[in-house]
């Protein structure tokens, strides 16, 4: 079956960077849209971008641009996001989330989450 | 930018109760519309896109209905394990989630 398994929490500092990788199985990786959302303590969901891993081409939500990238290694089936200048307010669990059908769709399934905790 | 509006914030309802969450947008989204559910500590789910059909695996318990701006998710007779908090969201350029419902026991 079609699963996502991300990489686990961080802490980190304010202004640094972070990574988060999410690793697919069950499905052909390069077919399909890799979706990034955000979910800050006890608030709603916010979408951040999507890469198509076959071109490597994204597309991400104008509040990030600049200061996120969104890379594949179909080789692996793994993706990855790259969070810069890290402040409070980014503190969040950061899902990934396979595309349905494949070009820049509906999300689903979904990742487990990772926790990024920013503190100094 | 879209904006997704549900109503109401919080529903408070019984086990075998019938459930209906409402979303809004901002202007038309033609059918191009999902609804999410999330339990506490747990990633989302899709139950239902493109308005009104289910995802792989969903009971025919939920339904979706509307098009254009508004838009219902139905929970026929609520179960135990459909207690969560449930998102609307559009799917464009740059998608965007409603702020959720929250359907508790009552």
């Known amino acids: 079956q079609v699963q996502l398994v991300q990489s686990g929490a961080e802490v980190k500092k304010p202004g640094a960077s972070v990574t988060v990788s999410c690793q697919a199985s069950?499905?052909?990786?390069?077919?399909?849209?890799l979706h990034w959302v955000r979910q800050a303590p006890g608030q709603g969901l916010e979408w951040m971008g999507w890469?198509?891993?076959?071109?490597?081409?994204?597309n991400y939500a104008q509040k990030f641009q600049g200061r996120v990238t969104m890379t594949g290694d179909t080789s692996i089936s793994t993706a990855y996001i790259e969070l810069s200048r890290l402040t409070s307010d980014d503190t969040a669990v950061y899902y990934c989330?396979?595309?349905?059908?494949?070009?820049?769709?509906?999300?689903?399934?979904w990742g487990q989450g990772t926790l990024v905790t920013v503190s100094s | 930018e879209i904006v997704l509006t549900q109503t109401p914030a919080i529903l408070s309802l019984s086990p075998g109760e019938r459930a209906t969450l409402s979303c809004r947008a901002s202007q038309s989204v033609s059918r191009y519309l999902a609804w999410y559910q999330q339990k506490p500590g747990q990633a989302p789910r899709l139950l239902i896109y493109d308005a009104s059909n289910r995802a792989t695996g969903i009971p025919a318990r939920f339904s979706g209905s509307g098009s254009g701006t508004d838009f219902t998710l139905t929970i026929s007779s609520l179960e135990p394990e459909d207690f969560a908090v449930y998102y609307c969201?559009?799917?464009?350029?740059?998608?965007?989630f409603g702020p959720g419902t929250k359907v508790d026991i009552k």
């Open positions: 069950g499905y052909t990786f390069s077919d399909y849209y």
């Open positions: 969201q559009h799917r464009n350029n740059w998608p965007t």
């Open positions: 890469i198509n891993p076959n071109t490597g081409y994204t």
């Open positions: 989330a396979k595309d349905l059908r494949g070009v820049a769709d509906w999300f689903g399934p």
